[in-house]
T-cell receptor, first 113, second 113 residues
Framework: EAGVVQSPRYKIIEKKQPVAFWCNPISGHNTLYWYLQNLGQGPELLIRYENEEAVDDSQLPKDRFSAERLKGVDSTLKIQPAELGDSAVYLC???????????FGPGTRLTVT | GDSVTQMEGPVTLSEEAFLTINCTYTATGYPSLFWYVQYPGEGLQLLLKATKADDKGSNKGFEATYRKETTSFHLEKGSVQVSDSAVYFCALSLASNTGKLIFGQGTTLQVKP
């Protein structure tokens, strides 16, 4: 069974530029999460989807971040415009239920210069 | 608010040494508790979990016991191997069953031959 797939693995952009990250969850997993992981810190939830619906986006900075999961499978997280402080690893995870057992992708490491 | 605190790293041990990584939590209600592990270049993987007080989670020689009286979930292993070198994250999932995970900051373990 394939795991959670994320692309790209690495991205370097200049500040004020847009950037997008893509995630393909494990087949059959209706719940999808995007996390932000700063260096030396644990992941922090940005947004959680149940199928197509964003059920928890309270931690998503909506002035510059947006996300979508149009068909309830793949998801895209976008930042526009990027700031220096957005440099971090963006993790995608999926789960079959809400017990806390989640499957993580390898992440996208974003560097904003 | 709800939070998880882990011991500072890095923890450096010789092969076959005993491992303890401390984790304490603050939460309303009765959360489920988890240890996730992140090997170099890979996504986080669930290592073990416990869903109620006095439960012991175990996997790959690692163990942790849910201690409600001390709000702790310390990770232990009797004999570490070089292949255990990774970053270990303690996490909780709130009892409201949203699946949201709150992570500690992570503890890096380095095992030397």
């Amino acid at each position: 069974e394939a795991g959670v797939v994320q692309s790209p693995r690495y991205k370097i952009i200049e500040k004020k530029q847009p950037v997008a990250f893509w995630c393909n969850p494990i087949s059959g997993h209706n719940t999808l999460y995007w996390y932000l992981q700063n260096l030396g810190q644990g992941p922090e939830l940005l947004i959680r989807y149940e199928n197509e619906e964003a059920v928890d986006d309270s931690q998503l900075p909506k002035d510059r971040f947006s996300a979508e999961r149009l068909k309830g499978v793949d998801s895209t997280l976008k930042i526009q415009p990027a700031e220096l402080g957005d440099s971090a690893v963006y993790l995608c995870a999926s789960s079959l239920d809400q017990t806390g057992e989640q499957y993580f992708g390898p992440g996208t490491r974003l560097t904003v210069t | 608010g709800d939070s998880v605190t882990q011991m500072e790293g890095p923890v450096t041990l010789s092969e076959e040494a005993f491992l303890t990584i401390n984790c304490t939590y603050t939460a309303t209600g009765y959360p489920s508790l988890f240890w996730y592990v992140q090997y170099p270049g890979e996504g986080l993987q669930l290592l073990l979990k416990a869903t109620k007080a006095d439960d012991k989670g175990s996997n790959k020689g690692f163990e942790a016991t849910y201690r409600k009286e001390t709000t702790s979930f310390h990770l232990e292993k009797g004999s570490v191997q070089v292949s255990d070198s990774a970053v270990y994250f303690c996490a909780l999932s709130l009892a409201s069953n949203t699946g949201k995970l709150i992570f500690g900051q992570g503890t890096t373990l380095q095992v030397k031959p």
